[in-house]
């Protein structure tokens, strides 16, 4: 009887666990469009699957990079966005689902509103937060932090009083603490070229030009593995030209 009882339960297990599967074949592919088709067939077996609900975010995000309309990257990156927040809901004790909340909000962030700009920076920041008291040795999550305490550095008094007068209360970041998040990054996973440009961008802000060329070349000669890498070796490059 308890066999009879749970087996409905296990095919759908077992049934999404293959879509799972065949979507990341996909996903590895960058086919963010053939990947989708796959996780949101796992999604419709288990809707409160955390890690179903990561994947879906994840291709969304994809096709947000590769979208050139900016009402379309902003359409796709709220709905990156639902499934990501879902996702940490879900698994509030999941490093991963949690950190693609940051993610998301990061990659949204140059098309959204000032209002929601400012908005979602602390949310950055939360989703950092969490994901570092799970995992520690979250170089994703280490990158993030780099990299917003890098933007928010860069936000000039002006700019930061005007945010406060009409938005709200904007964080602050400093270069320093940049660097040292980004430093981290590179020693726990150095296979990533996103890793070293994003550090040199960094060094290149705070004015070590010999530290932002070697660190900044460093990732333009490791390979293409990931979706954001053509894009993250473009703005490495036009940083050099800063600092050449």
Request: hydrophobic share 40%; aromatic share 6%.
């Amino acid at each position: 009887m308890l066999l009879s009882a749970t087996a409905p339960i296990v095919r759908a297990a077992d049934a999404v666990n293959d879509l799972l599967k065949q979507g990341d074949t996909y996903d590895k592919k960058f086919d963010p469009t053939v990947a989708l088709q796959f996780y949101e067939s796992a999604e419709k077996l288990q809707p409160d699957n955390a890690t179903v609900q990561v994947r879906i975010s994840r291709e969304y995000r994809y096709l947000l990079s590769d979208a050139s309309a900016k009402a379309e990257k902003i359409r796709l990156g709220r709905l990156a966005l639902a499934h990501a927040e879902k996702a940490a809901a879900l698994a509030p004790n999941d490093p991963e689902a949690q950190i693609a909340v940051g993610i998301t909000y990061g990659k949204m962030l140059p098309y959204l509103p000032s209002k929601e700009q400012v908005e979602a920076t602390p949310r950055i920041k939360a989703s950092v937060d969490r994901t570092l008291a799970l995992n520690p040795r979250s170089d994703t999550a280490w990158h993030i932090l780099g990299r917003w305490n890098r933007v928010l550095a860069d936000v000039s008094s002006v700019k930061r009083a005007l945010a406060g007068v009409v938005y709200g209360k904007l964080p602050k970041g400093s270069n320093e603490e940049a660097a040292r998040c980004l430093e981290k990054a590179v020693a726990i996973n150095p296979n990533r070229l996103m890793h070293y440009i994003e550090l040199g961008r960094v060094y290149a802000q705070m004015g070590r030009k010999d530290d932002a060329r070697r660190c900044i070349n460093k990732g333009l000669e490791m390979p293409n593995e990931e979706k954001d890498d053509p894009e993250t070796k473009a703005r490495g490059r036009e940083t050099l030209k800063t600092v050449n």
